[in-house]
Every structure is written in C-alpha cells, then in structure tokens.
C-alpha cells in the first residue's frame, strides 16, 4: 500500500509532528505550504479534541515538580488555571500553587499566550494588593520552565456552591458568608479592584472556623492603572446583564466602560439566590447563547423561584440584580449592610421559644372571650368593678405567656425588655386612659366605659405604628387597622368590647403566624443549645 | 414495539458515530483486542429505543447525558466481565480510569460552567468534531484517535498501529485535513 511507503513529504510531516509534541516552538517564516498547511489543520483538530482527550487521559498530564514544595497533588481546575496541593518544605504548611493550564498555552498563538500569561500575572498581583480576612491569600510567586506559579493559602474547606448543593447550610450561616463577601469585595473595590467572576464556586468555606473566603482573581481587573484586559470572560450565570448584552455582541469598546462595581454587586445578588435556593440562576434547557439573550433582557430565573426565600432577603437580592446598574445598591456595603439588619432582626423565637402557640391558643381567645364578656356585663349594668376588672384581665394572659415562655439568659435580656416594656406601656396608658375618662365622666360609668374602647384601639394603633418601624413592616397595616377600627367603635359604641376582643384575638393570631420573629428555625436552636 | 419518534431516531442518527468515537477512544489502550466499540455502542442505541418514552421528553444536551450514562455503564459492564475472567491489575486501573474519564467528559459539557462568549459553541462543535472522525477511512481514524483523543506519541501509534512513523504521520495530515475540510463545509451550510 502507498500510504505505507515512506516518502519525503510524509518524513518532514513526521519530523513537524515529533517538534509539536517536544512542545517546540515552529518558525512559520521556515516552513513550506504543506507543513504550514499542515500546522493549521492540526491545530483546528487538536483545538477540538483537546478537551475530550484531556477527559479521557486524566493522570496523564505530567505534574510539575517545584523545588520549595514537596509532591503536589491536583485540587482544582479552572477554565484558566490548575489548583495544586502542596506541603511547603520550609515552614511546613500546606499551600495551594496555582498555575496556568498546560494545555491552554499549548499551540496558542503567541499573542493568545502572551494575552493569558498577563492575565494570570494580573491575577496575583490583585489578589496581593488586598489583606483581608475574606480574601484568599498570596503567598509566594515563582517561575518553572519559564512558566509563573504562585503559591496561595490552602483553605481546607468546601465551596459554597457544594455546601448549597447538599443542603448542608442553613439560610442564617450562607447569609452570614455572603455579609463577610459582600464586605470584602466592598474592601476589593475601595482599592479599585473589580472581581468579575463573583460566584458560589469561588466562595470557599474554611472548616475549621466557618470562615467563608474569596478566591480566583483570573477575571480581576483594575479600575486604576492596568490596562483593561479585552474579551469578556465570566460564568455566564452569574453575568450582569450590561455584560451579557457587550458579550453578545462582541464589544470590546463597550465592555471596556460597562465593567464596574454594579457588576460585581449584581453577581453577589446571584450568588446569594444560588446559595439558597441550590439552583442555577439560568434556565435549564437553554443554550448558552439563550442565556445570554435572558439575562441580558433582564428575563432571570431569580425573579420568577423565591422558594421559601425570607422577603427581605428576596428585596435585597433583587435589587442587586436590577436590569439598569443604577437602580442597584451604590456599594457592596450597602448590601452587606441589609444583611447584617435581615440576621441581626429581632428573634422572638430565640428569646420566647413557646411564644407564638402561647399567642394563638391561649392569648387570643382569652382576649376575644373577654372582650364579649366585657359585653355582656356592661349590657347587664352589673357592678362597674366588675368591668374594669374583665377589661384590664386581658393583659394577664398577655404577660403570663410572656414570662411562662421567656429564656432566662443573659443575651435574651434586650429583646425580652423591648417585648416587656412596649406592652407595659400599652397597659399603663390604656389604665390612666381608663381613669381620666372615669373622672370626666364623673356621673356616667356606662359613657365612661364606652368612650373607652376607641381610645383603647387608638392607643393600640399607635404601639403597633411604633413596632413597624424596627419590626415586621406589616405592623405598619395592623397600626393603620387599629386607627381605622377607633373611629368604627366610637360609631358603633354599644359592640364596641365585642369588636375590641375578636380584632385583638385576629390579631395576635396574624402576628404570631404571620412575623417571622416567632418563626422557629434549626438555626435558633443550634445558637440556643 | 415501542412506537419510535422521528426526532428520537434523529437524534441517535446524529449521536452514533460521536458515542461510536468515545468508544473507540475509552476501549482503544487495554482492551482494543477484547471490545468492540460499535457492539456498546449498538447496545447503548437499543437502550435509547427501550427508553423512548422518556427520551422523548428531553433536550439535546440532556439526551447527550443519557447517552453518555448508557454508554458509561455499557463499557464498565464489558470491562468487569473481562476483568473477572482474568486477573490483571492493570485491567483494574483501567476501569476505574474509564470512570473518572466520563466523570470528566460530564463536567466539561456541563452547561453552567461554560462561560467565555468564544466558547459559546464550544459543546456543539466537539460532538460534530467526534462524528466527523467516523466517516474518516479505517487507519486514519484510528491515528487520529489514538494521537488526538488518547494523546499517544507519534512513536506510539506507530507501534500500535504496527507501522513507520513517518507513514503514521502521513495518515494524521490527510485525516486532519479531511476533518477540516468536512467541518468547514458544515459550518459554512
């Protein structure tokens, strides 16, 4: 057979194929037209099978050998770079070495290697710029085979996108990361450094201390100085829309002046409806291109699954991802901010464990019973201190479940003392209420007890009214409900007790269902044990 | 007889010879003697068909994912009937090694994680890449295999395919170009 025979041009080819695997650089300026056609055609083929043969020979690709480390061991692999596993030989600890991939300097041209060689330089001079508790680490950076390493913190951990996965968090603790993120990149940016790859996978949670860190600087970029490097890069899912519509069109100019901290804020919005739900942020079923197009219209699977996601952080989160960059929060500290408010909120749970059962099946029918109780006795014209007694009995049942459910600890004290002297306050007003009215109407103890009960629901209003400014919003509608309900009793004033006692009792009912500060949650009981 | 879906047989038509090429690639080291990719694959189709129903119901990418299960599991079961019927710790190795190369080949298509706008068709273009490989003729397919998909040395398919090098190379060029050629012609339609 000819193919067999060996013949001039297939021995050049033989000889061009043995300098591509030694990894030789071929002067193109001293190759014929085959052989040069022959360069680009393997260079198409390999471009394509590269990654399949890469899957396929896992182990085969050599590990390099560092002389400050011992064995290194494969951690990661990125789209850019290969995470290594290292013991430093000098001060024995183990470090994280990340080098560029192999594979992705191989037959590139030499401005793409030039291209990703600077980036990768950028990325540990980046990421040493910044000291933080939150951000990983750089420690050392070195060259191999004209090949730059750099040695970071090994965090002994997983990333928040495996911890989501698995359920293994509890919505508290992936706010709580996400507050420390959100502050460390606010600290990236005051130095006018801009992340751009902001996602759950390079959000790292440090075991031992539950310390979440920030990592993969590869898409870093400064917004002083260094140059803007060009392309658009980032997981698409966690792209900002102004970056999805200068991806899809190929853009440089428009990317150069899009990138900012919106976009980095945006990401961080992503990231946290990721983390809780354990979701891809793109519709599934779609094709990259597809996803683009979604989220540069602004169209985001986070708009349309909240889950079981606490309306505050359901706001918080979508104003991170608001189509206009403008209508985002100004800072990342701003949003860390709404998530230190959303986890320091008042927990009555924590403080009141049996609290909200108390409210529902013990408080509010008390109140409703006396309430037509109170009726009865004033339609029945018995002994005025027979009234007052019933009407004023209502708080007993009230402060009883408050101090049968409370915990006795020193950290419930604050959150116990805003619950005690708000309705404290309540009774003393409605009492001296009571008695003003008791005098003015010297002669008529029925007119007295009847002008009560708008005065009674206006003080009301006004404790509710003060609640919602610190606690569940809805407050803000019981107090509005309660002011409109004064007026209708002073209109209807003969069942005026008998609308008092069913709306108090609704209303207990609403608010030990309805604020989530009675809600139980595992976090509360991990914190209480 | 299940009843068959014109664009599930559309589908496998167009799935075979990329699932035919990761067989070949996978069985092609240790046990190129003992398998025969078209039989796993083969297997893998009649699978496809018994599950019609289901497969109806799926896109592309997630097809491609049963097909690359079905095939995974294919290849395992061959490769442990051949291991109990000879002890070889090498054979071990491989296996496990056949698990982890798909455990790859899944994360490296996995959507989500495609991010770079250049790479947009990247997925698409690797299957057509694998399928255009099948039409090529027997030897150069099985350089091409060899060199590109297991990353042997010249020196190494030479021996393999019991051969010269420098004809071995003359095999890769014309394969290579014929890849390009057919690949070039498809995107342009």
């Known amino acids: 057979m000819n193919e067999n025979q060996p013949d001039l041009s297939n021995e050049a080819l033989a000889e061009l194929e043995r300098a591509l695997e030694g990894g030789e650089r071929v002067d193109l300026a001293e190759v014929n037209d085959e052989q040069s056609e022959m360069l680009r055609c393997f260079s198409f083929v390999d471009t394509y099978t590269r990654p399949i043969r890469q899957a396929l020979n896992c182990g085969d690709e050599i590990v390099p050998i560092l002389s400050d480390y011992g064995e290194l061991e494969e951690i990661g692999r990125g789209g850019m770079g290969v995470v290594y596993r290292g013991l430093h030989l000098k001060t024995q600890r183990v470090d994280a070495i990340k080098l560029i991939r192999p594979d992705r300097l191989a037959l590139n041209s030499p401005e793409g290697v030039k291209q990703i060689q600077d980036r990768f330089q950028k990325e540990f001079q980046l990421a040493a710029r910044i000291a933080h508790e939150n951000i990983v680490p750089v420690y050392q950076v070195g060259e191999i085979e004209n090949q730059t390493w750099f040695s970071m913190q090994y965090v002994n951990g997983a990333s928040l996108r495996e911890l989501s996965r698995n359920k293994s968090l509890l919505t508290e603790e992936i706010v709580h990361h996400l507050e420390r993120i959100a502050r460390a990149v606010a600290t990236m940016h005051q130095h006018g450094i801009l992340h751009g790859d902001i996602k759950p996978q390079n959000i790292l949670v440090e075991r031992s201390r539950q310390r979440p860190l920030i990592t993969d600087f590869g898409l870093a970029d400064a917004t002083d100085g260094l140059d803007v490097i060009s392309g658009v890069h980032g997981t698409i899912a966690y792209m900002a829309p102004e970056m999805a519509t200068a991806a899809l069109n190929d853009s440089q100019e428009e990317l150069a002046t899009i990138r900012t901290t919106a976009a980095d804020i945006y990401s961080l919005g992503v990231t946290l409806w990721s983390s809780l739900t354990g979701l891809s942020p793109c519709f599934e079923k779609q094709t990259p291109r597809e996803q683009l197009e979604s989220i540069s219209r602004g169209h985001l699977r986070v708009q349309h699954e909240s889950r079981d996601i606490p309306h505050e952080l359901m706001n918080a989160i979508l104003k991170c991802v608001a189509l206009d960059p403008s209508d985002r929060y100004e800072t990342a500290t701003q949003f860390a901010d709404d998530l230190t408010m959303w986890i320091e909120r008042p927990r009555w749970n924590r403080y009141f464990p049996k609290l909200r059962n108390l409210l529902c099946f013990v408080v509010a029918p008390v109140l409703v019973m006396s309430g037509l109780l109170a009726w009865w006795l004033i339609s029945k014209s018995v002994a005025e201190v027979w009234i007052w007694s019933t009407i004023f009995g209502g708080y007993f049942p009230l402060f009883g479940s408050f101090q049968l459910s409370q915990q006795k600890t020193r950290i419930a004290h604050s959150a116990q003392r805003e619950l005690w002297s708000v309705w404290l306050g309540h009774c003393i007003g409605s009492i001296s209420c009571a008695a003003s009215l008791r005098i003015a109407c010297a002669h008529d103890a029925t007119q007295a007890l009847l002008m009560f009960y708008p005065c009674w629901a206006a003080i009301s209003a006004v404790v509710f009214f003060a609640k919602s400014g610190n606690f569940w919003t809805m407050y803000r509608w019981i107090g509005t409900f309660w002011g409109g309900l004064a007026v209708a009793i002073a209109l209807l004033p003969t069942v005026g007790p008998i609308i008092f006692g069913v709306s108090a009792g609704l209303t207990c009912a609403i608010i030990a269902w309805g604020d989530d500060a009675f809600v139980p949650n595992e976090f509360d009981l991990s914190q209480s044990e | ?189």
Not at chain 2, 5 to 23: C, F, G, Q, S, W
Not at chain 2, 73 to 93: E, F, G, P, W
């Open chain 2, 1 to 189: 007889m299940p009843l068959i879906d014109t664009n599930l047989e559309d589908n496998i038509r167009k799935l075979r010879p990329v699932l035919l090429t990761l067989a070949e690639a996978l069985i092609s080291g240790t046990y190129r003697d003992e398998l025969e990719a078209s039989d796993l694959v083969q297997q893998t189709l009649v699978e496809a068909h018994e599950h019609a129903k289901l497969l109806e119901t799926f896109g592309d990418g997630q097809f491609f994912a049963w097909m690359r299960t079905a095939l995974r599991h294919n290849v395992l079961d061959a490769v442990k009937q051949l291991n109990s019927k000879k002890q070889n710790v090498h054979r071990k190795v491989r296996a496990a090694d056949i698990e982890d190369s798909f455990i790859r080949l899944d994360q490296l298509l996995v959507a989500d994680e495609t991010s770079p706008s250049q790479l947009l068709q990247r997925n698409e273009q690797i299957a057509e890449m694998l399928a255009a490989i099948q039409q090529l003729p027997d030897q150069q397919r099985k350089a091409i295999i060899l060199k590109h998909l297991r990353g042997k040395s010249l020196n190494e398919v030479a021996e393999t395919l019991e051969s010269s090098e420098s004809a071995v190379a003359g095999l890769l060029h014309r394969g290579r170009a014929q890849l390009v050629a057919s690949l070039e012609d498809q995107n342009r339609e």
